[in-house]
């Protein structure tokens, strides 16, 4: 290699800041009130002389100059700072206004530290934001076709410009399998175990609500009241219906094609229903 490689430039010298002439001013003042101050001691003394308090006047302007000068200068540095500041909260208020949309997201994953925060970067890196999160722990094949370790369920924030593709692709990335991408709504964000409590509430004052409320529990418009033993038709799809005895003489046929069911689900969903059987046989209906 050269010798003009090896070579480092030379510094240039830096040049005189006002910082200088500032000092020097503020000795001269201090020299200029010493002075006068000596000079007044001396006139209290029996001299008579107007020059002391010229030179204390003087000193305590100079001083006085280069404060407001100080402060001035300090000021007009700060501007551009508070600008620049301005800019980046303008920014950040358009990021945090821009539009967004709802999504539920269920995948499978390996029960394995660290696999959560993983989903959680890659949501992250998308700039999508976790609203609410479920998890189902299961071995067994209720859920998916070759088991798990364990559910998670999110709702997330994500910006209108991302599909689901692009979020399915996300999850693929991080680890997830199974996985199931549908529009969500604000009334996703409602914790299940609460809107449980209030609905079988609402079905213990009146059982005819039970329909109603099932359709709010399960998050699906598809519930019709059928007879035990009438023919269920399914699309083939796992876990996309639901058979909910409600007493001997009825059940709810309940069908959420684009979300499988869940064991909670349909725990859940029969609880309800308990609920219903019991006031109805309590009023001795």
């Keep these: 290699m050269s010798d003009a490689h090896d070579t480092v430039p030379a510094r240039p010298p830096r040049p005189r800041t006002s910082a200088s002439w500032k000092h020097d001013v503020a000795e001269l003042a201090a020299l200029f009130v010493a002075v006068g101050l000596a000079h007044l001691l001396a006139t209290l003394l029996g001299h008579d002389d107007p020059g002391p308090v010229v030179l204390v006047g003087l000193g305590v302007a100079l001083i006085c100059g280069a404060a407001v000068h100080k402060r001035l200068a300090a000021r007009r540095g700060h501007h551009p700072r508070r600008a620049a500041t301005s800019r980046e909260n303008g920014a950040a208020d ?105 609905l079988a509430h609402r079905v213990a004052d009146d059982p005819d609500q039970l329909p109603q409320a099932m359709s709010e529990l399960l998050r699906t418009p598809d519930v019709e009241w059928r007879r035990p033993g009438d023919t269920v038709d399914d699309d083939g799809t796992l876990n996309t219906t639901m058979v909910v005895s409600v007493h001997a003489e009825r059940t709810l046929l309940v069908r959420r094609p684009a979300l499988p069911f869940t064991p909670l689900d349909a725990a859940r969903a029969a609880a309800l229903a308990a609920t219903a059987r019991h006031r109805r046989y309590a009023a001795g209906g």
């Design 94 to 198: 358009v990021e945090e206004h821009r539009n967004m949309t709802l999504w539920r997201i269920r995948t499978r994953v390996v029960d394995r530290p660290g696999r959560l925060a993983e989903l959680a970067g890659a949501f992250a890196r998308l700039r999508c934001n976790v609203l609410a999160l479920q998890i189902a722990a299961t071995g067994g094949t209720a859920i998916s076709p070759a088991g798990c370790d364990a559910l998670d369920e999110f709702v997330i924030e994500a910006p209108a410009e991302l599909t689901a593709a692009d979020l399915r692709s996300a999850v693929d990335g991080a680890g997830g399998a199974d996985i199931i991408v549908v529009p969500a709504q604000i009334k996703d964000l409602v914790d299940p175990g609460v809107q449980a409590l209030v």
